[in-house]
């Protein structure tokens, strides 16, 4: 099938790289010509395992392609996917729609035969209907049909779930438009999927719902973890518990500094937004908002504790910055709040990041190290903040000439047990 991925971004490269690797010929644009010029000589703008072997490999095959010309993309193209960004609107915390609606004017110029449109852009419900509204003439009813086919990818994952998805939603009452996109993804849906037919609203509050509801999963065991440290109980062994129960699962589930991401923040801001519209009151999405927004701050009185509230010219070490392993997205990343903030009372503050992130914080105060140890030496306070394997077998001791070691483990990956015998004092999440 001939594919147009309009918006060469996270979910677009992924979606279009794989769509070319299930043997699609497929068209990625975006208006950004620096990108587009480096995506054609193999340098990939995001960090994503396994990403810039399948673009190599399905742009020698020629199936894969990149361009800045929107019309003649389109032109060439049968299926539309739109993938363009949706952020937060800071005012009022809506998701901006402009990127959407102003692709929608080029592709309504650019309907030479019938075209199924479709948004994979995580978009608010009644999104759809007004795209096919900003559509329709007298003149093309019968060229187009507007279909909602939210993703659901994981960053670190996202070629993973997207070849083995645990379900396909597809959002339309067409059936010729369903009967194409089942065909579309059949190669997938055999392997496990489950493809799942429904109403195109349905489909916009299913990614909705979706985000905010393992939102609330994180922000649950957080709380929780912040309760278990007061009673001296380990939060994984109550994660544990109650993950194994069918009917909660154990996903999700692990205690931390706080969700974020491209995401969820984004996503639970805009669900209660459209709550607003239709004046129902999600309470427990925003209580998860509020919670998470406020866990830095729990985060940093532990931190004051654990250097008995002498932060001044004290030297901290952050192992990791992004708001997760197997990406380099800063997006809502608690260090994005907890560094500034140590900087501010007088702390000097060394990171090491494995993806090389270099420039998101004043060099005068904040300095960025490619090897562990060099950030490590003469550290009062080491802590680990992303969860990347490289950090789970550290030899602690030779990473510091300081007498006695103190670690924060924002992640929970050492046994406290194991490690307190090693002159280490050890602090945890919710243990």
Known sequence: MKICIIGSGYVGLVSGSCFSDLGNNVICVDNNLDKINNLKKGIIPIYEPGLKELISRNVKQNRLHFSNNLSKSLQKSDIIFICVGTPTNKKTYEANLKYVYQVVKVIKKNLNKYKIIITKSTVPVT??????????????????????????LREGEAIRDFMYPDRVIVGTDNKKANNILKNLYSPIIK??????????????VIKYAANAFLATKITFINEISNLCEKLNVDVTD?????????????????AGPGYGGSCFPKDTRALVSTSKKFKTDLSIVRSTILSNDTRYKY?????KIILNNKLKNKKITFLGVTFKAGTDDMRDS??????????????NISYYEPTGIKKLFDKKKVNYFNKIKDACKDSDLIIIHTEW??????????LTNKRKLKIYDLRNLYSPSK????????????R
């Open 127 to 152: 999104t759809g209907d007004k795209i096919e509204k900003l559509i329709k003439t007298k003149n093309n009813t019968k060229l187009f049909d507007v279909v909602s086919n939210p993703e659901f």
């Open 191 to 204: 392997k496990k999927g489950v493809y799942f037919n429904t109403s195109r609203r349905a489909a916009e």
């Open 238 to 254: 109550v994660s544990l518990g109650i993950g194994s129960d069918e009917r909660i699962g154990g996903r999700f589930l692990r």
């Open 299 to 303: 985060l940093i009185n532990k931190i």
């Open 334 to 347: 608690a260090s994005l709040k907890l560094i500034p903030y140590l900087v501010k009372k007088g702390a």
């Open 389 to 398: 394997n490289e950090f789970k077998q550290l030899n602690f001791t030779r």
């Open 419 to 430: 490690i307190k015998n090693k002159n280490i004092e050890y602090h945890s999440i919710g």
